[in-house]
C-alpha cells in the first residue's frame, strides 16, 4: 500500500562516550528498577529518544563479562544524570539491582540509532511495551516541541508491568492502557486500541518499543493505514559497540537486498517494513553472501 507521507530517512549518530559513572539513586518502580547514574560525560544534549548505553556490571574480576544494554530513559545535561529502567531477567541484571548509590559501572553511552525527528511536525503514536516505553515520554515532548501531536498505547502483561502510564496522561488526552489479564486498562494487547489512537490524531507516524512480536504486529497495522512504522528492537546485545556481531537482524536495503545489520549500530530503531520480523533468528536462503555458505563437512584427514 502506498504511504500517504514521504519517508523520513535522517537519523541522528553521536560518538559514545566511555566513562565510570556514580548510582546517585537505583530505587524500584513497579516490577522493574530506576537506575539513575552521575555521568556528566555521556549525559549531553546529544542524546536522543532511542539511544541506549551498555553497562558492565560485574567489576574487573566478576565472571559476568558481557555488558549490559539498556534504553535512556533520561539523560539530564544541566544534573549531569544519565536514567535507565531495566528489569532482573538473569544474573547479570539481578546484580545490578543489588547496587546501593555510591557504587560505580562502567558505561559506554549514547550507543546506536534513535528514533527520527525530522521532516517537520509528527502526528504519533508511542507503542511501549513493558519497559520498552522506557524512552517514550523523552520522545513525546521532542515531538511535542516541534509542533507535533501524540498519543499513547501501553502494554504489559500486568499492572506492575507497565511503566510511564503517569508521564503519559501529562503529555496527551490519548492514552489507552492494555494488560494481558487486564489488572490494568482494558484486556487485550497493544494492538487492539492502535487503530482507535492511530485515528485520533491522524497519526503520520508509529514509535514503538518492545518484544519482537509486538513490533511486527504494530509495524503491519501502521503501514496498513498509512503511516510510518518505527521499531526499536529488543535484541540481545553482547557488547553494544558494533564488534561481536551477536545482534544481527536481516533487513532488506533500498535495493532489494537482504543484508545483516547489527542491532546495536544500525538500530535499534529500524523502519519496521525493512525488518525481516519472521526470519528473525534463522539465515535466510537470500540473505546476501548465504549463498556461499556451506555447512562445514569433516574430512577423513580431520582429527577424531
Not at 559497540?241 to 543484508?259: A, E, I, Y
Not at 517494513?273 to 584427514?301: F, H, I, N, Q, S
Request: glycine share 12%; aromatic share 4%.
Amino acid at each position: 500500500m502506498e504511504t500517504r507521507h514521504p519517508p523520513r530517512t535522517e537519523y541522528h549518530h553521536v560518538p559514545p562516550t566511555q566513562t565510570v559513572a556514580v548510582i546517585r539513586r537505583i530505587e524500584p518502580v513497579g516490577a522493574y528498577h530506576r537506575l539513575t547514574l552521575d555521568a556528566p560525560a555521556a549525559a549531553t544534549a546529544d542524546v536522543r529518544p532511542g539511544h541506549f548505553g551498555a553497562l558492565a556490571i560485574g567489576g574487573p574480576t566478576s565472571a559476568t563479562l558481557l555488558r549490559r544494554a539498556f534504553s535512556i530513559h533520561r539523560a539530564d545535561p544541566t544534573a549531569g544524570t544519565v536514567e535507565f529502567i531495566f528489569a532482573e531477567h538473569g544474573a547479570g541484571t539481578r546484580a545490578l539491582a543489588r547496587h546501593h548509590p555510591g557504587d560505580t559501572v562502567d558505561l559506554i553511552a549514547p550507543l546506536g540509532t534513535p528514533f527520527p525527528l525530522d521532516g517537520g511536525p509528527q502526528r504519533a503514536v508511542l507503542v511501549g511495551g513493558g519497559y520498552g516505553s522506557a524512552p517514550m515520554a523523552t520522545l513525546a515532548e521532542a515531538i511535542l516541541a516541534r509542533g507535533g501531536q501524540v498519543a499513547f498505547v501501553l502494554g504489559a502483561a500486568t499492572a506492575d508491568r507497565l511503566f510511564g502510564v503517569a508521564e503519559a496522561r501529562a503529555l496527551s488526552p490519548h492514552v489507552h492502557v492494555v494488560t494481558d489479564d487486564g489488572s490494568a486498562g482494558e484486556r487485550g494487547r497493544v494492538t487492539g486500541p492502535l487503530p482507535a489512537a492511530m485515528a485520533a490524531i491522524d497519526a503520520t507516524d508509529v514509535h514503538s518499543c518492545g518484544p519482537m512480536p509486538m513490533l511486527k504486529a504494530v509495524t503491519t497495522l501502521a503501514t496498513a493505514a498509512g503511516a510510518r512504522s518505527h521499531t526499536a528492537v529488543e535484541e540481545a546485545m553482547a557488547c553494544g559497540t558494533g564488534l561481536c556481531m551477536s545482534c544481527v537482524l536481516p533487513v532488506t536495503g533500498p535495493d532489494g537486498v537482504t543484508r545483516f545489520l547489527r542491532s546495536c549500530t544500525s538500530g535499534p530503531v529500524f523502519d519496521g517494513t525493512t525488518v525481516r520480523w519472521d526470519d528473525t533468528g534463522t539465515l535466510p536462503a537470500d540473505l546476501e553472501g548465504a549463498a556461499a555458505m556451506t555447512p562445514y563437512a569433516p574430512k577423513e584427514t580431520d582429527p577424531a
